[in-house]
């Protein structure tokens, strides 16, 4: 079992960059695949970005490619987000989760253990 906690959200302008870390605990981190999932006001989660658990492999949603970047750091247990070229719709609460990884990285119901989520608000 793996538990998560972002970091990182708030409040910035349009064009502006945050980077979202997740903490996980436990020893196997490696050994999961990780995303990042958000959800806004009246709308669906959405998975933004997803990376394997071997670092090979990544996956984007349209609407954020060429402006989040996905990382992660196994000797830190950290899976990173970089946002930059924010908008205003990238406004939501956003989470990470992790995945067995038995499972697909790319599928959002993959994933079974699941960070509280922190807010990212983006003005125009």
């Known amino acids: 079992q793996v538990q998560l906690v972002e970091s990182g959200g708030g409040l910035v302008q349009a064009g502006d960059s945050l980077r979202l870390s997740c903490a996980a605990s436990?020893?196997?981190?490696?050994?999961?695949?990780m995303g990042w999932f958000r959800q806004a006001p009246g709308k669906e989660r959405e998975l933004v970005a997803a990376?394997?658990?071997?670092?090979?492999?990544?996956y984007y949603a349209d609407s954020v490619k060429g402006r989040f970047t996905i990382s992660r750091d196994n000797a830190k247990n950290t899976v990173y987000l970089q946002m930059n070229s924010l908008k205003p719709e990238d406004t939501a609460v956003y989470s990470c989760?992790?995945?067995?990884?038995?499972?697909?990285?790319?599928?959002?119901?993959?994933?079974?253990?699941w960070g509280q989520g922190t807010q990212v608000t983006v003005s125009s």
């Open positions: 989760a992790a995945a067995s990884r038995h499972s697909a990285y790319f599928l959002l119901a993959s994933y079974n253990y």
């Open positions: 436990g020893r196997t981190f490696s050994s999961y695949h």
């Open positions: 990376i394997g658990w071997s670092d090979t492999n990544t």
